[in-house]
């Protein structure tokens, strides 16, 4: 009876030995997969964060292309509105003149005619120049006889 109680003991320790290594080597692999998850998830997380910086770099890049040309359509702006503005101060300037001297000194009237047109033809002329800059080929209109 000793020995089988010895064997008995000496299997059930054996077994003991086993279930401790097993219970170790699934203690292993549960923490590796666990590991792996959370390995996993924060990659996935890096991703979305990747992901969201380069929406926000394109975003950004978008922003600078817009107010690049704010800037430029306001600096086209100012320059439309100093041409006209000198060249409508000019003409008013002048028939304001005129209308003041047509009673005392008539033959002002022609010469202040004369300006005025000559001043609305240039601003005219200048804001031509001006869109011209701004139009591309495709959007320019077709020569006309006098171009031709």
């Given at each position: 009876?000793?020995r089988?109680?010895?064997?008995?003991?000496?299997?059930?320790?054996?077994?003991?030995q086993?279930?401790?290594?097993?219970?170790?080597?699934?203690?292993?692999?549960?923490?590796?997969?666990?590991?792996?998850?959370?390995?996993?998830?924060?990659?996935?997380?890096?991703l979305?964060?990747?992901?969201?910086?380069?929406?926000?770099?394109?975003?950004?890049?978008?922003?600078?292309?817009?107010?690049?040309?704010?800037?430029?359509?306001?600096?086209?702006?100012q320059?439309v509105?100093?041409?006209?503005?000198?060249?409508?101060?000019?003409?008013?300037?002048?028939?304001?003149?005129?209308?003041?001297?047509?009673?005392?000194?008539?033959?002002?009237?022609e010469?202040?005619?004369?300006?005025?047109?000559?001043?609305?033809?240039?601003?005219?002329?200048?804001?031509?120049?001006?869109?011209?800059?701004?139009?591309?080929?495709?959007?320019?209109?077709?020569?006309?006889?006098?171009?031709?």
């Amino acid at each position: 009876m000793d020995r089988y109680g010895e064997t008995s003991i000496g299997r059930g320790s054996v077994s003991l030995q086993w279930a401790l290594i097993l219970s170790g080597v699934a203690a292993s692999l549960y923490l590796a997969a666990l590991g792996l998850g959370i390995a996993l998830q924060l990659g996935g997380r890096g991703l979305q964060v990747r992901e969201r910086l380069e929406v926000a770099e394109a975003d950004l890049e978008v922003a600078g292309v817009e107010l690049r040309i704010a800037q430029e359509r306001s600096g086209i702006a100012q320059e439309v509105h100093d041409v006209l503005a000198h060249s409508l101060a000019v003409v008013v300037a002048v028939a304001d003149g005129s209308r003041f001297l047509r009673e005392t000194r008539p033959e002002t009237t022609e010469e202040a005619l004369r300006e005025i047109a000559g001043t609305a033809r240039s601003a005219l002329l200048d804001l031509r120049g001006l869109t011209e800059e701004l139009t591309d080929d495709a959007h320019r209109p077709q020569p006309g006889l006098a171009d031709l």
